[in-house]
């Protein structure tokens, strides 16, 4: 049986440019979010710390990590809507 290679798809200028918005416009969006929910969020989509992991360095519980991520989420999706962009709609962590 033959494996079929699905390239990777070829970066263009004009793709550059749209990751660099998207980006940008995730970010601004973040700062935008009370310091509770923020760090949650760049702890976790950007650490990639696992929940124990927040919880300790964050000095709380995991179930209130557990209850600030979803809700920090929710206001990027928020912010992110009012600019047409939707984003960070997978709710497992």
């Not at 200028?13 to 760049?42: G, M, N, Q, W």
């Not at 710390?49 to 209130?64: H, P, Q, S, V, Y």
């Not at 920090?72 to 497992?92: F, H, I, P, T």
Request: hydrophobic residues 40%; aromatic residues 8%; neutral net charge.
């Amino acid at each position: 049986m033959e494996k079929i290679h699905m390239g990777a798809s070829k970066r263009t200028p004009e793709k550059e440019l749209v990751v660099k918005d998207e980006r940008s416009t995730l970010k601004c969006a973040l700062f935008e979010l009370p310091i509770t929910y923020r760090e949650v969020a760049i702890l976790y989509y950007y650490q990639e710390l696992k929940i124990r992991e927040m919880a300790d360095i964050l000095a709380c519980t995991e179930n209130t990590i557990k209850t600030r991520l979803p809700r920090a989420r929710k206001m990027l999706q928020e912010r992110l809507e009012k600019s047409e962009w939707e984003v960070l709609v997978d709710d497992n962590f």
